[in-house]
């Protein structure tokens, strides 16, 4: 700039005045406030409406909503357990995954006629040691659009194994990626509701992701004290594939250890797999990763109206408890006109039953009619 364009004009460092020149009117009368609170001028007047006369309106004030609270309980007494979560890992203490593993997972979709809710809740028992939650879940969609299906999975972590919370979370969302590889395959077999080729697809994504995660557990415990072990990774696994195409009523439910799938039809609370005799929950010795060839795939055929609850043994152990209290409760809030909110569907899937404080991780699907 030479000499005579510099004239008359002020030192601006740092080109503040080309900036604002460019700003639309609107966000440059916002800046000029914003930038001079003290700036001279009037002060601004009250809008002509704003007068003390005005007649306040006849509406009251809204009431506040009532607090939840805790949540209910079944029984005479609530369990011994706070119900609420006390400590939690370090980074100091622990291993690098579980300090960072939430206390809750809520989730939840509308696809097409589908809803789904789902929530992962630390145990009460966990909550009162401060160890991390063992449980996962996935909500997500593979295949094609005209293969598309709905997939949910809820994944346990054995207790007694050091890293199940990692096996849990991995499992949950590996088996998905590789049931997608398989997902055309799948869906055609479904369709023609061939449940042996369904095994074997099942079977075979099951394993894909069990491979894959032991090499890259392995490989990351070369730098670590302790040396690999399937074990220290136990986890049980659910997966149920619902096609998004509502004229297929088929699904497909696999299975890795207990937990597992229930209906709930007419009020009532029954086992995913009726001709099965209850085997598809009765595989408790099972666990991933060394459990692969024990895949179950089960078809299941189902009618709009008709709710389905994927959930670890946190939630399917006290649904076949002897006092029906619990299963009653969740049978009313889940099997009414209404789909529950997320916050609501969190609060019942914590309803608490005495000795029953392990981690809690349940999917519920509504389908509408046509």
Not at 27 to 35: C, D, F, G, M, S
């Amino acid at each position: 700039m030479n000499h005579e364009e510099t004239r008359g004009t002020h030192h601006d460092p740092d080109g503040l005045d080309a900036h604002f020149a460019g700003l639309p009117h609107e966000v440059l009368a916002h800046e000029t406030i914003t930038r001079r609170p003290d700036a001279a001028g009037p002060k601004t007047q009250p809008a002509p409406w704003a007068t003390e006369d005005v007649v306040p309106s006849a509406e009251p004030e809204p009431e506040a909503e009532p607090l939840r609270g805790v949540p209910a309980h079944v029984g005479n007494r609530p369990p011994a357990y706070p119900p609420h979560p006390l400590g939690r890992p370090s980074l100091r203490d622990a291993d690098a995954f579980a300090p960072f593993s939430p206390v809750v997972l809520l989730d939840g979709a509308r696809i097409g006629r589908l809803t789904v809710r789902a929530a992962s809740v630390r145990g009460d028992s966990h909550n009162w040691e401060g160890s991390c939650r063992q449980d996962a879940m996935a909500v997500t969609r593979i295949g094609p659009p005209e293969a598309e299906m709905l997939l949910l999975a809820v994944a346990d972590g054995v207790g007694s194994a050091l890293y199940s919370h990692v096996g849990s979370y991995e499992f949950s969302r590996l088996a998905a990626v590789y049931l997608d590889r398989e997902a055309e395959s799948i869906h055609a077999a479904l369709c023609a509701r061939n449940e042996v080729e369904l095994h074997v697809l099942a079977t075979k994504a099951v394993a894909g992701a069990a491979a894959q995660l032991r090499s890259d557990w392995a490989r990351a415990a070369q730098h670590q004290p302790r040396p690999y072990a399937d074990q220290d990774y136990a986890t049980t696994l659910h997966v149920l594939l619902i096609p998004t195409d509502p004229r297929i009523r088929d699904r497909v439910v696999c299975s890795v250890g207990d937990g597992g799938l229930f209906v709930l039809r007419e009020g009532h609370w029954q086992h995913g797999d009726p001709d099965d005799g209850g085997e598809l929950l009765d595989t408790r010795t099972e666990a991933l990763p060394h459990a692969y060839r024990s895949v179950k795939a089960t078809l299941l055929r189902t009618v709009p109206g008709e709710v389905l609850l994927l959930g670890t043994d946190g939630i399917t152990n006290p649904l076949t408890q002897k006092d029906p209290e619990f299963a009653r409760r969740l049978a009313d809030a889940w099997g009414g006109p209404e789909v529950p909110s997320l916050s609501d569907f969190l609060w019942q899937a914590q309803t608490r039953a005495k000795t029953y404080d392990d981690d809690r991780t349940v999917i519920c699907v509504w389908e509408e009619g046509a």
